[in-house]
């Protein structure tokens, strides 16, 4: 790798929204420590993938280290990582609460807090968490208060990082998708998801994707979160 190749870390790696990021990253130069529960390394070399529950503590610790060791640095990382439970309140359970606690808080706080270290350090960084726009705007019937509490824990941290930092010249952001068309969501449900959106559709995980990589070029932009759900956070 050149000495000015920057470096990715991205997590929930493997399919869907995450798979999407790593290809961008890569198409614009970056190398990538890919990291999801059971990834396997492909023939790209520039693409480390290191397998893995990222709320374990020392899962988070080889990513980072692997991300230091192969390449000496980390420019951005993307907290995309994040499991929903879909329930009303009342029908939560212990189980389903350390389980969303784990990966969607947990799988945030140790890998950011050992990227950090060496962002600061370096004076540069971007740090991106994917939270929900049902954060901003509850729908009836989604049964998403853990997805509350988490991803609005992440939308939250994002500008308490953002302000703690910019001035050592690291940023933080988010993205907060509305429903997008995944694997977890069976064509048999897409009419019904897509009416939940003012604009009468499903997002594409491009979508996505597009908007991580226009804050990785965002230079100036730090603390925001971009909503690309299709209206829903404007209202219905």
Do not use: W
């Amino acid at each position: 790798m050149s000495q000015n190749q920057k470096v990715a870390i991205v997590t929930g790696a493997s399919q869907g929204i995450g798979a999407g990021i790593v290809k961008s990253y890569r198409e614009a130069g970056f190398a990538v420590i890919a990291n999801s529960r059971y990834i396997k390394q492909t023939s790209d070399a520039d693409v480390i993938a290191v397998a893995g529950d990222i709320g374990d503590p020392a899962v988070a610790e080889r990513v980072v280290k692997t991300a230091i060791d192969k390449f000496g640095r980390i420019d951005t990382l993307v907290n995309n990582a994040g499991i929903f439970i879909g329930k009303p309140f009342l029908d939560f359970t212990a189980e389903d609460y350390r389980n969303v606690v784990h990966t969607n808080l947990d799988g945030f706080f140790y890998i950011t807090q050992l990227t950090l270290k060496h962002m600061a350090k370096a004076k540069s960084g971007h740090i991106v968490q994917i939270t929900t726009s049902l954060v901003d705007k509850a729908i009836g019937g989604a049964g998403a208060g853990l997805a509350a509490i988490t991803k609005g824990g992440l939308d939250a941290v994002t500008r308490t990082i953002a302000i703690e930092y910019a001035k050592q010249g690291v940023r933080a952001n988010a993205v907060a998708p509305g429903i997008i068309k995944t694997p977890m969501h069976g064509p048999e449900s897409h009419d019904v998801l897509a009416s939940l959106h003012p604009m009468g559709r499903m997002g594409e995980v491009q979508e996505i994707v597009d908007a991580i990589m226009f804050l990785e070029k965002a230079s100036f932009v730090t603390g925001e979160t971009v909503h690309v759900d299709g209206g829903q956070h404007a209202g219905h």
